[in-house]
């Protein structure tokens, strides 16, 4: 697919798949703002929410952050991959992700290793250590409860860690709840992923598209009806713009236009067979 891409359209990649590279993913003003925020946020530590339904690019702000913070120097940024996972198996990532030894039968000793670890990491860099969250919706409370008594330090006077957390509908509930309200209350930065206007998502669909290599391997009326049919969801119009791609392709079309689009999204007429004249 790719050494077709290349020698029908001159693109580098599929610029429509979720793994682009990190540098194509396009920005809006809000995520960059966010973004600069956290990192002022990283001298304090604390908690940060990135809240919004799926498809609207949360998982996208976490990617744009964790490079974006790369680039700091001596700056530490972990990802918690397995959100759902039980307290024992949740302390032997956390030592996974920072490099310490954990006992997670032993829960004082292994809060003991990684507070140590953070201190150190504080007094050499004077920045928090970062935890990236994707998916938190799925968190069991008591992994919450863990993580926040876990980062405080000096009866709640300073935060050790920086928790950027990324939810849906469900994560922005759970918070509203008793159970939670500990750490709803530690939110320093938030960042509400709604559905997008037209206009962003046709930016979008031109930064993606440029920094693929082509930015006219689509008709602007193909653009405009991708993002007026998207009903303001960026994974819906990627998902399409995919199929519409691979349909190209396939046709060894010279550009994505009216015609190529009608022919993949146009219904399929009914057949008449075993209707009676």
């Known amino acids: 697919m790719d050494r077709k891409l290349l020698a029908l359209y001159s693109l580098k990649y599929n610029p429509f798949v979720s793994d682009v590279p990190t540098e194509a993913l396009f920005a809006t003003p809000e995520i960059e703002q966010f973004v600069w925020r956290i990192e002022q946020q990283l001298k304090e530590g604390g908690f940060a929410f990135v809240n ?11 990617r744009i952050l964790r490079s974006k913070l790369g680039t700091l120097r001596d700056t530490s940024v972990g990802i918690l991959t397995r959100p759902q996972a039980t307290l024992t198996d949740f302390y032997r990532e956390m030592g996974e992700i920072y490099g310490v030894a954990m ?31 994707d998916e938190a919706q ?28 990324a939810g849906d509908g469900r994560m922005a509930e759970r918070l509203g709840g008793i159970d939670l309200l500990p750490i709803a209350s530690r939110i320093r930065a938030r960042l509400q992923t709604d559905a997008a206007s037209t206009e962003d998502l046709r930016q979008c ?9 082509n930015p006219n391997l689509m008709s602007s009326s193909v653009e405009v009806a991708l993002t007026e ?10 998902n399409m713009a995919n199929d ?16 190529l689009y009608f022919e993949a999204f146009s219904p399929t007429p009914k057949s008449n067979r075993g209707n009676k004249k």
């Open 229 to 238: 049919h998207a009903c303001g969801n960026y994974r819906l119009m990627m």
């Open 52 to 62: 919004g339904e799926p498809g609207t690019g949360k998982s996208v702000v976490l």
């Open 138 to 165: 799925e968190m069991k409370a008591q992994i919450f409860c863990e993580l926040r008594i876990l980062s405080s330090a000096d009866l709640d006077a300073r935060s050790n860690l920086t928790v950027v957390m």
């Open 103 to 133: 006992r997670p039968h032993n829960r004082w000793s292994s809060t003991k290793v990684l507070r140590e670890k953070w201190i150190q990491h504080i007094d050499q860099a004077l920045s928090r250590p970062v935890l990236l969250i």
């Open 205 to 213: 669909l031109r930064h993606l598209l440029q920094e693929a290599g």
């Open 244 to 259: 519409l791609l691979n349909l190209a392709v396939r046709r060894e079309a010279r550009q994505i236009d009216d015609k």
